[in-house]
């Protein structure tokens, strides 16, 4: 068990939906980073999260977006839904800058 | 722009050695990692190396880096069946971000 704690583990929606995901990261940590694991794209950063405030921005869509709030807890909002969104989002946390980063055990994400 | 190569699979009997390997463009690149992923679960660091290194050993894990080629190694002594996951290679600037760069993983199975 890593400490970080994503919600919901699997979710099935239909093209055009718009979902939440969520992440709690360890106890400590300042930092949340979410990545996209998908067959054909692997693993690629999306956005990462210091106390709050945007710190490096990845391969992330304009349709997507997330936010840090004050309990350091995340949440990674996807909208008009595409096929090609079905993938596993990984949540991570870190302390700050350095040391180790801590994935959580993603959530599944089906778009039909 | 930033590409992290590695071979999809690899198989190996159980009590051998297995070697992973990986390729990476970024020469800026300061930090390296070996991640390990199970089914179902989410990535776990297995060790890193700094870009001024060359070797770093750690219980059953050697990692080897030649920084003229970009080649990172990892190798695994005395394989057991529970060592059979995806082993993900990947790079970072180490910035002030884990804004990492993945390779899209070797699947190691383990032959009893």
């Known amino acids: 068990d890593s400490g970080v704690t994503q919600t919901p583990k699997h979710l099935i929606t239909a093209t055009g939906q718009r979902v939440t995901l969520r992440c709690s990261p360890r106890?400590?940590?300042?930092?949340v980073y979410w990545y996209q694991q998908s067959l054909d794209q692997g693993l690629q950063f999306l956005i990462q999260y210091y106390n709050g405030e945007e710190r490096a921005k990845g391969n992330i869509l304009e349709r997507f977006s997330a936010q840090q709030f004050p309990d350091l807890h995340s949440e990674l909002n996807l909208s008009s839904l595409e096929l090609g969104d079905s993938a596993l989002y990984f949540c991570?946390?870190?302390?700050?800058?350095?040391?180790?980063?801590?994935f959580g055990e993603g959530s599944r994400l089906t778009v039909l | 722009g930033e590409d992290v190569e590695q071979s999809l699979f690899l198989s190996v009997r159980e009590g051998d050695s297995s070697v992973i390997n990986c390729t990476y463009t970024d020469s800026s690149s300061t930090y390296l990692y070996w991640y390990k992923q199970e089914p179902g679960a989410g990535l776990q660091l297995l060790t890193y190396i700094f870009s001024n290194m060359d070797m770093k050993q750690d219980q059953r894990l050697t990692v080897l880096l030649n920084k003229k080629d970009k080649h990172l190694s990892l190798r695994i002594a005395d394989t057991q069946t529970g060592d059979s996951a995806i082993y993900f290679c990947?790079?970072?600037?180490?910035?002030?971000?884990?804004?990492?760069?993945f390779g899209k993983g070797t699947k190691l199975s383990v032959i009893p």
């Open positions: 990947a790079e970072g600037s180490g910035a002030g971000s884990y804004q990492l760069t």
């Open positions: 991570a946390s870190s302390v700050d800058f350095a040391g180790e980063l801590f």
């Open positions: 106890s400590g940590d300042l930092s």
